[in-house]
């Protein structure tokens, strides 16, 4: 079957960096997205991998390695607004996207 | 430019009863999906379409149906509300596949008594 891992809760604090974790077992891999999620709303684009390395795009950087099934969204310089569901997602050979159940972020002061 | 909507953002069905769920965009995307989450779960994919006119089944179909009917709009039918369709529903669009972003709407809360 398919599956997408990632910790269901991580606790970083304000101004610090958190990684946050994704591997996969998919049919097919067409990409790897991350999408943010506050509460309440509806999720949000942040990256897209499909290639081996790391995408840097201001606060947020994410990297892939396929080989290893595995990613991981990092985050610096951590703002209370940052507090939110993180979600990754993989496309599969039919272009769609499986979703992990998300990695619900908390930050403290 | 108001992306992707949802009408209603909230409704509480009895067992039994149907509704349909309106999804709308402006962005002129060609494909569209429904997903529902629910906690500790992904999103899951009902059914999606490729093009006006188009539908297909996704990983949770059953118990829903869906028309596109015009490319803005996608609509989701209950046919018979069951407490497990208790949800959160969420409207996707994009303008293809691979690597097209996802863009969502806002959601509509269900609960089914």
């Known amino acids: 079957g398919q599956n997408i891992d990632q910790p269901t809760e991580m606790t970083a604090t304000e101004g610090a960096i958190v990684q946050i974790n994704c591997t996969y077992q998919?049919?097919?891999?067409?990409?790897l997205f991350w999408y943010q999620q506050h509460a309440g709303e509806a999720p949000t684009f942040l990256s897209y991998n499909v290639l081996d390395g790391l995408e840097e795009k201001g606060r947020f950087s994410s990297f892939l390695s396929r080989s290893k099934g595995y990613s991981y969204l990092l985050l610096k310089e951590l703002q209370m607004k940052d507090s939110a569901s993180y979600l990754c997602?993989?496309?599969?050979?039919?272009?769609?996207?499986?979703w992990g159940a998300g990695t619900k972020l908390i930050i403290k002061p | 430019n108001a992306g992707v909507t949802q009408t209603p953002k909230f409704r509480v069905l009895k067992t039994g009863q149907s509704m349909t769920l309106l999804c709308a965009q402006d962005?002129?995307?060609?494909?569209m999906y429904w997903y529902r989450q629910d906690p500790g779960m992904g999103l899951r994919l009902i059914h999606y379409?490729?093009?006006?006119?188009?539908?297909a089944k996704g990983e949770v179909p059953d118990g829903y149906n869906v028309s596109r009917l015009k490319k803005q709009n996608f609509l989701l039918g209950l046919e018979s509300a069951a407490p497990s369709q208790t949800s959160v529903y969420f409207c996707?669009?994009?303008?293809?596949?691979?690597?097209?972003?996802?863009?969502f709407g806002p959601g509509t809360r269900l609960l089914v008594l």
């Open positions: 962005m002129n995307h060609e494909y």
């Open positions: 379409s490729v093009g006006e006119g188009t539908t």
């Open positions: 996707a669009s994009s303008d293809g596949q691979g690597a097209e972003t996802q863009y």
């Open positions: 997602a993989v496309m599969d050979s039919n272009y769609q996207l499986i």
């Open positions: 998919t049919s097919g891999f067409n990409g």
